[in-house]
């Protein structure tokens, strides 16, 4: 019982933790958390079930169709099958985003935040499934199995997928229809490629093991530089556009200067949104629609529609209602 305990608590909790870290480093426009525990759910849940129906069945055919060694056909399973299958059902979830919560995702950050999220989601069954596989065959070796997945490796599932997220995001700000589609599927293939190549490492003991390390940890300084410029560019956006807002008599100048704030963006991740008092959810909602505001604005101006416009002037008016409230 101590046992199954350890393993769900080592499985699940960091990489929940890893993913609500994601969230809240996006501290522009954080994302509805609804959204995100959904993206979270589905790595957890159909992301999984659908990867494992398909490796089971390509598995069965290679084995019993192609009379494949059983050896042969493992590795043909985990360095092409899996990193295959498990990224195109990670992405199915972003795809998902894209069509029916399309306005969600306004930044790059957007796409590497639902992206990492997603693999988390993922990685957290993954692991219990692993972990129990120990448990049964070698329980000495757990401990140390826990210590690689879920911490020395525990972002891999995430990195991957924030890649899809990555392309997905860059796709969005395209104006040219080629680009827009070319992104998102270099994206899923380097998410692809990576998840084969670390897969290929894990297959050659511990040297393949450190290199796998090399690799993922090579990848994670990347994407935190994409991520730095991103929320510098968003800020940026962001300044700009209230700008605008101020000579328009939608805020003021210092809800404006609060808005742009770091340690006041920062905050109401971990600050003001655990308080419920009603100045507290005005101001919150004020700097969430602060930054929406500018992201609508920007896709407007990129590619010029009425929704997108009557999308701007609601939002513009909800702002200006939240203004009101606070010098009232």
Known sequence: MLIALIILFMGLVPMMVYALAAWWLDHWEREPLPLVMAAFLWGAVPAIVLSLIFQLTIGFVLVVGFSASEAGGSAFLAIVVAPLTEELFKALALGLLVLFFRHEIDSIMDGLVYGAVIGFGFAAVENCFYFIQMAIENPSGLPLLIFLRAFLLGLMHGVWTSLTGLGIALGRHQSKPLLMIAYPFLGLAAAILLHAIHNTLAHFGILGVGLALLLLWFVVFWIVVVGYFSL???????????????????????????????????????????RSDHRSQTIKGLYQLAAELAFQKFHQQRRPTHVKQQRVLSTRQTLANLSRKLCG
């Open 232 to 274: 510098r560019r968003q800020g940026e956006l962001i300044r700009n556009s209230l700008n605008e807002e101020i000579a328009l008599g939608t805020l003021t100048p210092d809800q404006a200067a609060a808005a742009v704030t770091l340690r006041n963006r920062a905050s109401y991740g971990f600050g003001l949104w655990w």
